[in-house]
């Protein structure tokens, strides 16, 4: 068997901790790897103004695939305030190192499934199995946001944009300027994707979620590729929904839903309310996924309030794990660290805390890798 080269970002905060019960689960499946551990997180923030250092984007562009634990981040005025002494006052800004390893390796698919384990006692109700899509690069993330607006900025917006009232006589820090930028390109292979994943997958139906009503340019242009893409998969059901009423709606009749495919942003909402219909976020799954390298994390943060403790759930990552085992082709490999952990949350036996019990982050890990 092929040995991978996987990068190993833990993170910090619980970032560290889950990683660790992966590892547990990964060795015990017989995943033949090397990691490289990466620098990435507050810590490097703090001391080199940078919390993805230039070392781990040259890490992650040599190997297959990477485990993400998580990591803090604060506001753009406490960041500041926590810098070393030296790099203050120099302008420096914090960004989130997720979203740039998503642009700078244009990992386009965040896939994130949300499916109720039988036997979790968190589970909203029992057979939910959705499957989101969001777009990874664009949209609201694309990063374009002025706070102060720029002179050259205003003009153009009070020149092209005169129906907007709201701002006719404001000062340029009166308001700030968020760009919504969404391309067909990165709309159309989103839902490719999507549909691709159905087909494959035998599932049933790709719901396109969008406010094609309001958001007219951006989530319009989104709507119109991907009803393009539809019309080529007429063996997968169609529908689409405004993102505001499929939060009704996947609450109401979750069994109705599927594959959901969506923009940056709305897909980072409905997959948080995914992942809370089926246990919580010690269950929500992610994988950022381009052509050549994909990340695989939790889609939790850090949760310094609990670091160090070994307490919080490591199923989100270790289901993770499997997507990155899919992704990479060891299916078989995926398909046992599902089905141990499926067995471990049907037993009951052991519990973390968020599904009430007292089991820590390892003995969770360790349980699932006893059933490997
Ligand atoms: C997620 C998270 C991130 C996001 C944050 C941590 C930048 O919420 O992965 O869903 O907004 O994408
Ligand atoms: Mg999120």
New binding site residues.
């Given amino acids: 068997m092929k040995t991978y080269k996987i990068a190993w970002l833990p993170g910090d905060g619980i970032g560290i901790e889950v990683l660790e019960a992966t590892r547990i689960v990964l060795d015990a499946v017989g995943f033949a790897a090397d990691y490289e551990h990466g620098d990435i997180g507050w810590e490097f923030w703090c001391r080199e103004a940078d919390a993805l250092p230039q070392r781990t984007v040259d890490l992650l562009g040599r190997v297959d695939a990477a485990m993400f634990g998580a990591i803090t981040s604060k506001p753009a005025k406490v960041a500041e305030t926590e810098l070393a002494p030296e790099l203050q006052g120099k302008g420096l800004k914090y960004r989130s190192p997720i979203v740039r390893m998503r642009q700078l390796f244009d990992l386009y698919t965040c896939l994130r499934p949300c499916k109720a384990y039988p036997g979790n006692p968190l589970n909203l109700r029992d057979g939910i199995d959705l499957v989101v899509f969001r777009e990874n690069t664009e949209d609201l993330y694309a990063g374009v946001e002025y706070s102060p607006v720029p002179g050259e900025v205003a003009e153009v917006l009070g020149r092209t944009a005169p129906a907007f009232k709201p701002f006719a006589g404001l000062a340029l820090d009166d308001y700030a300027v968020s760009c919504k930028i969404n391309t067909r390109k990165g709309s159309e292979r989103i839902v490719r994707a999507a549909f691709e994943f159905a087909r494959q997958h035998g599932r049933k139906k790709v719901t396109i979620v969008h406010k094609a009503n309001v958001v007219r340019a951006t989530d319009g242009l989104f709507f119109e590729e991907a009803k393009k893409v539809a019309a080529q998969f007429p063996d997968i059901q169609t529908d689409d929904a405004n993102v505001d009423a499929i939060c009704m709606w996947l609450l109401k009749n979750p069994l109705s839903y599927d594959v959901l495919v969506a923009p940056n942003l709305y897909g980072?909402i409905i997959?948080?309310l995914g992942a809370q219909m089926v246990g919580g976020l010690g269950f929500g799954c992610s994988g950022n996924i381009g052509t050549k390298l994909g990340v695989f994390e939790p889609?939790h943060g850090s949760a310094p309030k609990y670091a160090g403790m070994y307490k919080v759930n490591p199923i989100a990552t270790i289901l993770a794990a499997k997507m990155m085992l899919d992704w990479l082709g060891e299916t078989e490999m995926g398909r046992r660290i599902e089905e141990a952990t499926a067995a471990v949350i049907a037993e009951g036996q052991v519990r973390t805390y968020d599904m009430g019990g007292n089991a820590t982050t390892l003995d969770m890990g360790r349980a699932i890798a006893a059933k490997l």
């Fill in positions: 980072d997959s948080d889609s």
